[in-house]
């Protein structure tokens, strides 16, 4: 199939999680018609499974480096990709689960690709969130669902609600302040279970989730009580799942008000 | 290489591969023409083992920093037709 000359295109897509599983027909394409990929995967193998669709595949991985400032990378992945779509080429940004989840560059190589006038798009993948509701069996829809970056949790006062979900991205980070390390160790996760101890009883469940990026893998599923959470193992791919801690708080006047709406209209 | 990778793409993909038994494990890997101890690994389903046969090391993956008050899109919430970044002065 013919693909339209090139005059500087971006497009971030997602490739899921697991390899092979993931992938939608739509971001297949969008690698295929590209004329150069970059790549932020999770796994070396998904990166050449990456290589397998498109013979210009780029890594971002070496713009990471223990000890250099997270967001330096992530304005260098932008500056990689924006530099291409400048030069006129079709650019394609592949990005792991759900390019816009979670992720710095993507949304902003797509502001500024935007702002210089290219065309710019995201197209949604499979995240690690929407894993972790088929995997552990949650609905967000039941109780509700919050989620939050685990450092930015730490340093802000937020006002969580413990009768609802609450999620936990980058646990195995938490606490990093710096920005330039990759993993933080128990006395940080001391830290952050005060703060939680602040809403939660320290026996209550957790869950440690990874979902699988292989698909010869398992998915990790571990509860533990709260309080075991700095001693837990916990690596960069991990999230943590809090489950409801409390009954929800019946609202007597919102609830006789509509009561009152529904005696007063007729019925149909 | 690209019969492994072929490989895991089909397990990814295929219903019964995906959460199949160890004997269809088995028979998939037989069937594809890899080496024997990748075959072994996978199987045994090591990643570890694997990435080490595939020269593979772990990468980095984390895609954020912690934004705050001082961010530049802290204030941006995406409006009809709006740019990020544009929102601001
Ligand atoms: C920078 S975010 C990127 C998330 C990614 N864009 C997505 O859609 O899943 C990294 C965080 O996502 C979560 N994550 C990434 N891979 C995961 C996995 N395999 N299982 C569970 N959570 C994962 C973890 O909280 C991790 O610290």
């Given amino acids: ?268 | 290489m690209s019969h492994i990778v072929e490989l895991l793409e089909k397990l990814g993909s295929d219903a019964t591969l995906r959460h199949g038994s160890a004997e269809e494990l088995a028979q998939a890997v037989a069937k594809a023409q890899i080496d024997a101890a990748v075959g072994a690994a996978i199987i045994a389903r090591s990643t570890t083992t694997l990435h080490t046969l595939l020269r593979q090391e772990p990468l980095f993956h984390v895609q954020m920093a912690p934004l705050g008050e001082e961010s530049e899109n802290y204030d941006f919430i995406p409006k009809e037709g709006a740019v990020p970044g544009r929102e601001l002065k």
């Fill in chain 1, 1 to 268: 199939m013919s693909t339209p000359p090139s005059t500087g295109s971006l497009a971030c897509v997602g490739i899921g999680i697991t390899l092979g599983s993931h992938i939608s027909p739509l971001a297949r394409s969008y690698i295929e018609q590209a004329d150069v990929v970059f790549a932020g995967v999770a796994d070396g193998v998904v990166e050449l499974w990456l290589q397998r669709m498109h013979p210009d595949v780029r890594s971002l991985q070496p713009l990471y480096a223990h000890g250099k400032e997270r967001g330096q990378t992530y304005r260098e992945m932008v500056d990689v990709m924006l530099a291409e779509v400048r030069a006129g080429k079709r650019v394609c940004g592949v990005f792991y689960g759900h390019p816009g989840v979670f992720a710095q560059a993507p949304h902003k190589a797509i502001e500024q690709a935007r702002l210089e006038g290219f065309p710019a798009r995201m197209e949604p993948g499979i995240s690690s969130e929407d894993c972790l509701y088929a995997d552990v069996g949650i609905d967000p829809g039941t109780r509700g669902c919050q989620h939050y970056e685990a450092t930015q949790f730490m340093m802000y006062r937020r006002n969580i609600d413990p009768s609802a979900w609450l999620i936990l991205w980058q646990i195995g980070l938490a606490g990093d302040l710096t920005t330039r390390r990759f993993a933080t160790g128990s006395a940080y996760r001391e830290v952050l279970l005060d703060v939680l101890a602040r809403d939660y009883p320290l026996d209550h469940e957790v869950i440690v989730y990874r979902a699988a990026a292989l698909p010869i893998e398992s998915p990790r599923i571990e509860r533990m009580p709260l309080s075991q959470l700095p001693q837990a193992d916990l690596t960069m791919s991990d999230t943590l799942a809090i489950p409801p801690a409390r009954r929800m708080e019946i609202d007597q006047e919102v609830r006789a008000r509509l009561a009152q709406l529904d005696e007063s209209l007729p019925t149909v």
